[in-house]
């Protein structure tokens, strides 16, 4: 998995509850990516951020936000407006967003009780 | 849009065996296109690319992928299967030069 890291490895959460996902990479990348994963229907992006202080939605950006206010770190926070939250999720980097190779992190697999 | 397909959910196929896992693409002007492996409960790791040159592509672990335009296809291959290479596989295609999409993955089971 490189050098990002992902904290917690498991996360439980009540309906109603906000709860933020830990990104950190110690690869000096500019870009950083939020993705979601569902059986059957493969990766989908959340939000992504090409350099620090700056970050657009991807396909499914309701009910969560981000923050880029260092190069190393992108936290997700998964909102109570997120409908269906149960999911695992992965954080990804990459030199800059030219280029596409993605490294990813282990995940964080996020149940809602 | 851009797009991948995997056709297949699952691949099944005997250790020492040759493998195929499959998947076609539709973009618009040349393709980027990518393989990743997923181990269980971990996350996806980098196999290879295709963005130009040579139409067949070497990557990690033995793998290689063949880009055929006319078949808009990029199919991943192994001369020889390993049980240790049973995970889900996923084909992907850059989108704008910011984004990937991926496809719906493959599951590859190599059977002793």
């Known amino acids: 998995d490189g050098g990002i890291t992902q904290s917690p490895k498991y996360l439980f959460r009540k309906e109603g509850q906000n709860v933020t996902l830990s990104c950190e990479q110690n690869?000096?990348?500019?870009?950083m990516y939020w993705y979601r994963q569902d059986p059957g229907q493969g990766l989908r992006l959340i939000y992504y951020?090409?350099?620090?202080?700056?970050?657009q939605k991807g396909d499914i950006a309701e009910g969560y936000s981000v923050s880029r206010e260092k190069k190393e770190s992108f936290p997700l926070t998964v909102t109570s407006a997120q409908k269906n939250p149960t999911a695992f999720y992965l954080c990804?980097?990459?030199?800059?967003?030219?280029?596409?190779?993605?490294?990813f992190g282990p995940g964080t697999r996020l149940t809602v009780l | 849009a851009q797009s991948v397909a995997q056709p297949e959910d699952q691949v099944n196929v005997a250790e020492g065996n040759p493998l195929t896992v499959k998947c076609t693409y539709s973009?618009?002007?040349?393709?980027?296109l990518f393989w990743y492996v997923q181990y269980p409960n971990r996350g996806l790791q980098f196999l290879l690319k295709?963005?130009?040159?040579?139409?067949l592509v070497k990557g990690s672990y033995g793998f290689e992928a063949e880009f055929n335009k006319s078949q808009t296809s990029f199919h991943l291959k192994k001369p020889s299967a390993l049980v240790s290479d049973s995970a889900l596989y996923f084909c992907?295609?850059?989108?704008?030069?910011?984004?990937?999409?991926f496809g719906t993955g493959t599951r590859l089971q190599v059977f002793p």
């Open positions: 990804a980097s990459s030199i800059n967003y030219r280029d596409n190779e993605q490294f």
């Open positions: 690869l000096n990348h500019d870009a």
């Open positions: 951020s090409q350099i620090v202080n700056d970050f």
């Open positions: 973009v618009s002007g040349n393709p980027y």
């Open positions: 295709y963005i130009t040159g040579d139409n």
């Open positions: 992907a295609v850059r989108d704008s030069p910011d984004k990937l999409i």
